[in-house]
């Protein structure tokens, strides 16, 4: 039998997901932003669900801007030719950001963030609509709104949850005194932050949002898990040679030896809060690869841990 991606509680008062998470960024494009319109057939995105599915990789990650506005829909006409999929995964997906698009009815000139009671639910009902489901799992505010009314969002909330359109919410991208005031006006816990969060990216062990993970019990989201890939190609930045030579050595330390991106993937769940990690691939080989890490129960020791964080530092621990 094939290995499986764990299933764990993202929050002691839910919500179940898989470990690692189909992130839909790049649904229908590799590189850059024009799309390959071979990943945007339903029957592409349906075999790409299927395909995760069959490896416990059953959450999804979505944000009604990814694509210009468009994969949302994308996703959703997928997953319409088997509808039947949907009580067997879990759709989360994020709102706030508006910038130039011709998906708006009004006129937007300058990117901004909108966190209006209106604007949050407007985008909930065209979310559902554009996914072909009556609920969302869980809705995350993509990026800190300067203008939040922390009053106002939560309203918006409390209504979605009340209506059963949304069934656990949380945020993206925001800081520790940030979600402590929406958390302050909302009867029900935040159940995540998606954060960047990779090798190359630390700051979250510094800034204080892994430690407040810790203390409310709310698994992180990381994306960009492999610092935007970075980390796999060829690069003349001295930090990112130097975690690749971290990374490498690591993974020939175990026997087969791990890729990079699965050396990466094991340095994120070593860190006490278990993140979820969102995966940016489309390659269902790649996909199955990182099965293996639970598989062979892969788990770096602290040398290993610390020796990835020096070469991501440039210097050793203090």
Known sequence: MAPLIPQIM?????????????GTWRLCN??????????????????????????????????????GYRYEKVFGDGLALKPELREKIQLITKTGIKVPSDAWSEKVEVNHYDTTFEHIVSQVEKSLTYLRTSYIDVLLIHR????????????????????????????SNHTVSQMELLQSRLPFPLVTNQIEFSPSCLDGMFDGTLDYAQKTRAKPMCWSPLGGGALLGS??????????KACKAVGDSFSPA???DLVA?????????????????NKIERLKSVATL?????????????????????HSVP
């Open 10 to 22: 993202m929050h002691p008062e839910g919500p179940q997901v898989s470990q690692m998470v189909f």
């Open 30 to 67: 590799t590189n850059g932003w024009e799309d390959d319109q071979s990943l945007a057939t339903p029957q592409s995105v349906l075999e790409r669900i299927e395909a995760c599915i069959s490896l416990g990789i059953t959450t999804f990650d979505l944000a009604d801007i990814y694509g």
């Open 235 to 244: 690069s003349s930045d001295p930090k990112v040679q130097r975690l690749q």
């Open 144 to 171: 800190p709104d300067f203008l939040m009314d922390a009053d106002e969002v939560a309203k918006a909330m409390i209504h979605l949850k009340d209506s059963g359109k949304v069934k656990y919410f949380g945020v």
């Open 294 to 314: 639970f598989d062979r129960n892969i788990t770096l020791s602290r040398q290993q841990w610390y020796s990835i964080w020096e070469a991501s530092k440039g």
């Open 258 to 260: 791990l890729p990079l």
């Open 265 to 281: 993937y094991a340095f994120l769940l070593r860190h006490p809060t278990k993140p979820v990690i969102v995966l940016g691939t």
